[in-house]
Each structure stands twice: as C-alpha cells, then as structure tokens.
C-alpha cells in the first residue's frame, strides 16, 4: 500500500535525521552526563529508524534496504518533519527542539498501537518505551533550563520562539493521511494536536516561558515539497561514505 | 591575576543499582546533577545503558557520613584479634543446606 509506504518514510526519516543531529552533539555537550544522554537518544532514534526504513523497504518491494534508503536518496526523497533537521544551536535549543519532537513523537506511537497493520504495532510498541523515556528527560531539561537563571530562561525563549512556528506541521494532513486514517492504520494528525497541546502548556508553563501567539506554521518536510537548505547539509555529512566508497561495508 | 572565577558546578550524586538479579542496591560510581530527578535520568543513561539494573537510588554525596581513614585503627583492629565472632565454631546439620 503507498500510504504505509510513505508513512513509514516519514516515521523512519524522522527518527534518522533526528538521530543523526542529536549525534552531533557526541563529544561536545555540556556536560559529560548529557552527552551520555544525547547518544543514548540517538542510538534509540537510529534504532527506530531501521525499523521503520526497514518496513518501507520491504513494502517497496525492490531489493532495497533501509541502509539504502537512508544512505542513498537525495534531498528531495526525505519525508521528514522540518523541526528535526534544524541545526542544533545551543544545548538548550536542542533540548526544545527534542521536547517538542517527543511531544507528538509520544502521543503518535502511542496511538499506533491501536493500528490495523500488525507490523507497524509491534515497531510502536518498541518505539514508545523510548520515546517515553526521551520526552521525560526532554521536558525535564526544558523545565529545569527555563525556569533557571535569567540566562538559561532568555535561552530557552529564544528557542521556544524560533522552533514553535514548526510544531504545526506535526499535526497538519495530506492525502497519505487520510488514507492511513480510513485504513485503520495511523490517527489522523490533528486528532493527536488537543492533547500534545496541553502536554505544550503545562511544561512551558512550569517552564516559566511564554508560547509565541502566532500559530503560523511553516511546511514542506513530510511531504517532501519544500525542505529546509538545512537536509541538503546534513546528507552531505551523514552519506558520504557511502557516496565517496559505494558499497562500502566493515 | 591569582584569583579564578570558578563556574557553579552542579552538586555530587552517589549512585546505587539493584541489579538483574541482585538483592541489594550496590554502589556504581557518581555523576553530577541539579536536582534528585535529574540524577536518576542521568544514572539511567550513564549506568544502565548495559542492561544493569531494574532499581536506581541516589543520594547526594554530602549526605553521606563517611568515617575517617585516620581512625582505622582505633575502628577495625579491635575486632582482629576476637575469632571467636565468627561463626565457625559450630557444626552445620546436613538437613540445614548450605548457609
């Protein structure tokens, strides 16, 4: 089914692109403890991703496998969220920019277990433990950072004003979708926004930060119309093993 | 110059985890953090990467009384020289199992 097929794409490439900006932060964080942290996430987003990737290939039908997907399509190929291939910026917009990925990343896996299509409720039911985890200690550190020093407080608004114009397009719908929802398989987006939006209140508000009023929200990532210059750069990076070496193994 | 400005540091946390198959929470290492929920999330992803443990508990260094090395001698020597604490005088019954 295309549907499924671009769904799993757009979960896989989420987690990926995720996976590999938090990898950035290895051997540069604060702290000893966070880069820890950071890598942990990572290693999980990875993971889920081939799950996902993996699913997507077999779908596909082709021969092709998630490390091929992930290390052998272009820009334009990526069905992944805007907000995850933003630079990272500063410890604390990397944090905001995980709590407000995990906020609908949660609400999504969770509410796939309940999905029509037994693979895709075994990847959730892996999935959602971590994502649990990942959006416990992303909203603690967005709480801890906001409501801290005046420094850390300017930090985390600034990061709160520069991605919420990207958290609409978690819960905005296409065709694909539509699709996913008649078939049973994936909640419609919106459905997941009244709940992840409460979860967005209470923790900035705890946070002693100030949601922006606009509620403008750019688009483009998941349906692979308009990305940021910002994927171009990470692919860079992330396949050119791959590229320089086709084939490479170890 | 002689004097330098010294950055806040976060305070010390002792860790403890009970593992797979172990009763007792035992002593890991230390990490540091702001606050107790932050330790516990730290030693999660610092301690039990690995599988380790099903239990964490952390106790901020500070609180820990510790004795002195100094006062080793006064402390442990006494109990040296008393054999007759340990309980090997007796004879255990077959039908007791190990001990």
């Not at chain 1, 549907?3 to 604060?30: I, K, Q």
């Not at chain 1, 433990?129 to 709480?143: D, N, P």
Request: charged share 20%; aromatic share 8%.
């Amino acid at each position: 089914m295309d549907a499924l097929h671009e769904f799993c794409l757009r979960m896989g490439d989420n987690t990926l692109v995720l996976g590999h900006r938090v990898s950035e932060w290895c051997g540069h964080s604060p702290v000893l403890e966070e880069d820890i942290a950071l890598a942990n996430t990572a290693l999980d987003l990875i993971g889920q991703t081939q799950m996902w990737l993996g699913l997507a290939a077999e779908i596909e039908g082709q021969g092709r496998t998630a490390d091929d997907l992930a290390f052998l399509r272009d820009a334009w190929d990526f069905r992944n969220l805007l907000l995850v291939e933003l630079p990272n910026g500063d410890f604390g917009q990397t944090m905001m920019r995980q709590f407000l990925f995990d906020t609908w990343h949660h609400a999504m896996l969770t509410a796939l277990a309940g999905s029509s299509d037994d693979r895709v409720v075994a990847i959730a039911a892996k999935a959602v433990k971590e994502a649990s985890y990942h959006l416990e200690r992303s909203a603690g550190t967005v709480i801890g950072l906001g409501d801290g020093t005046a420094e850390s407080h300017a930090r985390m608004q600034a990061a709160l004003d520069l991605l919420y114009p990207y958290y609409g397009e978690m819960f905005a719908a296409d065709a694909t979708d539509t699709a996913l929802a008649a078939a049973g398989i994936a909640p419609l987006p919106e459905s997941l926004r009244a709940s992840c939006d409460v979860r967005l209140r209470q923790v900035t508000e705890e946070a002693t930060l100030t949601l922006p009023a606009s509620s403008f929200a750019h688009s483009g990532g998941k349906t692979g119309a308009r990305h940021t210059e910002n994927l171009g750069h990470i692919l860079t990076q992330m396949q050119w093993l791959q590229r320089a070496y086709p084939g490479a193994t170890w | 110059m002689t004097t330098q400005s010294r950055k806040p540091e976060w305070p010390l946390w002792e860790v403890f985890i009970r593992g797979q198959h172990g009763l007792n929470h035992r002593h890991v290492g230390s990490l540091h953090a702001p606050d107790a929920e932050a330790a516990i999330r730290h030693a999660r992803d610092v301690y039990t990467r690995r599988n380790e443990g099903v239990s964490i508990w952390v106790v901020e260094a500070r609180h820990i009384a510790a004795s002195s090395p100094s006062d080793k001698g006064p402390l442990f020597e006494p109990s040296e020289s008393k054999v007759y604490r340990h309980p090997t005088f007796y004879d255990i019954p077959d039908e007791a199992g190990p001990m």
